[in-house]
């Protein structure tokens, strides 16, 4: 049964660093792409990163382009998401996916989110 579990969420000042992490369980994780998503209250999950199986490729959303960066340990079995210089409308659950994904699409799995909460 594969889990993912997301961590390192919380309340933040604007301007302000977080490090998310997603511990992943129940199959190879180093054979899968690994993404971070999220959805804001009244608004639709979108995407913010996402890397390759072996760490060399990644994928970003424009509105996070030079502030996150993402990563992972695969002799872990866990995914990083470094999010600085952090702006309130980054205010949401956070999310991370695992699959033989295309950047944006073909995640099997996800975790139950954890609340990032940037304030003003």
């Known amino acids: 049964q594969v889990q993912l579990v997301e961590s390192g969420g919380g309340l933040v000042q604007a301007g302000g660093s977080l490090r998310l992490s997603c511990a992943a369980s129940?199959?190879?994780?180093?054979?899968?792409?690994m993404g971070w998503f999220r959805q804001a209250p009244g608004k639709v999950r979108e995407f913010v990163a996402a890397?390759?199986?072996?760490?060399?490729?990644?994928q970003y959303a424009d509105s996070v382009k030079g502030r996150f960066t993402i990563s992972r340990d695969n002799a872990k079995n866990t995914g990083y998401l470094q999010m600085t210089s952090l702006k309130p409308e980054d205010t949401a659950v956070y999310y991370c996916?695992?699959?033989?994904?295309?950047?944006?699409?073909?995640?099997?799995?996800w975790g139950q989110g954890t609340q990032v909460t940037v304030s003003s």
């Open positions: 996916a695992e699959g033989l994904a295309a950047w944006i699409d073909g995640y099997d799995y």
């Open positions: 129940g199959r190879s994780f180093s054979r899968y792409t």
């Open positions: 890397v390759a199986w072996s760490g060399d490729s990644t």
